[in-house]
């Protein structure tokens, strides 16, 4: 399978908007689907927006492609030879969506979730046909970061795993086979990084500020080009056993919330969404600080896709 002719994006939200952008760059049919008119206005600015960063990352346009938005969960569904659920992260919630669209598509259609976490086994539970069920946990924003997980269910055929790498590598990302675990690879990574960082944070080792510098250009300028595997050879494994030997027994065993994070939710100090969380933000702040970062996205990416895989 290549890029597929009618795609369906379930749900309209933080991700949504940048995965139809991206499937329609590709000459892909996108109908958007959200269950409110506010929602799809707000998902259709957001997908100029994801539009906008693909001109800048110079993509080229597929003809055929489009994005429309549905309210209605059938039309959507109408014909879509695949279909894409990113409904919020409720294990209730996604599997009576995914009921639905069982119930309104031909029985040989693929249907991935971008759950960033959910077991695909859990939530294939009551699937009619669970061999056409597959994770594609994309990673936001989606137009941007050019990899995906693939995660196979237990009831998951080959065949539908297959066709799936074959749509990620048709629109140039990178396609990461895993097999099913919590949170999969790329959130279990971040959350062992945020939580030495939290934990660090909290002993007063460093502040905010210096926490976000070290992991920035100690940590990540290396992991941008050297993943963590090929870093070891790098070092020299005999060099990770002996810092490893007296390190990972001090390293932050916390298993629950971090007390920091638990008290700033319990003030509903979100983060950007309530302009206060790690860090204060005054008026403008935070649209300002989302747009530097867009760009530093962008600029990273044309960097990258010019360096030779190491």
């Known amino acids: 399978m290549t890029i597929p002719k009618t795609s369906a994006v379930i749900g309209s939200g933080t991700m949504g908007p940048g995965i139809a952008a991206l499937l329609a760059r590709y ?4 109908r958007l689907n959200d269950i409110s008119e506010e929602a799809l206005t707000r998902a259709e600015t957001a997908c100029s927006g994801a539009s906008a960063v693909l001109d800048q990352l110079q993509i080229p346009t597929v003809p055929g492609g489009s994005v429309s938005y549905e309210l209605d969960l059938t039309a959507a569904l109408d014909g879509a030879d695949f279909v894409i ?3 919020p992260e409720t294990i209730e919630l996604k599997k009576s969506v995914l009921a639905q ?8 259609v693929v249907i991935a979730t971008n759950t960033s976490g959910i077991p695909i086994t859990d939530m294939a539970a009551s699937m009619a046909h669970p061999e056409r069920f597959i994770g594609m946990h994309w990673s936001n924003p989606p137009h941007l970061i050019p990899m995906i997980e693939v995660i196979r269910g237990d009831q998951t055929s080959t065949e539908v795993e297959t066709a799936l790498v074959e749509i990620v590598r048709a629109f ?11 949170g999969f690879i790329e959130n279990r990574v971040l ?3 945020m939580r030495e960082c939290l934990s660090l944070l909290e002993q007063g080792v460093a502040t905010q500020e210096d926490l976000d510098t070290c992991v920035k250009w100690g940590i990540g300028y ?3 080009v050297i ?3 090929r870093l070891l050879d790098m070092a020299g494994l005999d060099i990770y056993t002996s810092v490893s030997s007296y390190l990972n027994p001090d390293l932050s065993k916390e298993s629950g919330i971090s007390p920091l994070v638990r008290e700033l939710t319990e003030q509903n100090r979100l983060g950007m969404k309530t302009e206060d969380g790690m860090y204060p933000y005054g008026e403008g702040d935070v649209a300002a600080k989302r747009a530097d970062i867009l760009r530093g996205l962008v600029t990273v990416r044309k960097a ?3 360096i030779k895989p190491v």
Not at 101 to 108: Q, R
Not at 172 to 182: F, T
């Open 27 to 30: 000459g892909s049919t996108v």
């Open 85 to 87: 659920e990113a409904v």
């Open 101 to 108: 669209i069982e119930a309104a598509v031909a029985t040989d």
């Open 172 to 182: 140039g990302y990178e396609a990461v086979v895993e097999k099913e675990i919590p």
């Open 191 to 193: 959350y062992a990084i």
């Open 222 to 224: 290396k992991l941008a």
């Open 227 to 229: 993943g963590p595997m």
């Open 304 to 306: 990258l896709s010019e």
